[in-house]
């Protein structure tokens, strides 16, 4: 944990610790891939072959629509990493949620939602 955080603050890898479970914690070895990837599919113009449009008219975005377009991703990994580079921020207001998950009729364990600013 000390050498991945060493490691972090030199910028040699990108690590995103999950502080609750440290075993969930992430690592990414060439955050520009990964960067790159995530900018194509979500903020690229619509002429890039990969780009998704998943902008709303409230700019939330549920977990589901997320992970349908990285499928080869891990769920956290991908919520961490948009939200650690500031993409977009994990919705937690209990209030918030309750009115989300009642308008895309989920249970409250089975969906999470991110706010994406840029959308």
Avoid: Y
């Avoid at 030199?10 to 790159?36: D, H, Q, T, Y």
């Avoid at 949620?97 to 364990?109: E, G, N, R, V």
Wanted: hydrophobic letters at 40%.
């Amino acid at each position: 944990l000390k050498m991945c955080k060493k490691l972090n603050e030199r910028g040699s890898i990108l690590f995103m610790e999950n502080k609750e479970c440290p075993e969930r914690s992430w690592i990414v070895l060439n955050k520009a891939v990964l960067l790159s990837q995530v900018n194509g599919v979500i903020f690229a113009p619509e002429g890039f072959k990969e780009h998704q449009n998943i902008s709303t008219s409230t700019g939330v975005v549920p977990l589901s629509i997320l992970a349908s377009l990285f499928p080869e991703l891990d769920r956290d990994m991908i919520c961490q990493f948009l939200c650690h580079l500031e993409f977009c921020h994990e919705i937690t207001d209990t209030e918030i949620l309750a009115l989300l998950q009642a308008k895309a009729d989920t249970s409250p364990s089975d969906e999470k939602f991110f706010s994406f600013r840029a959308l």
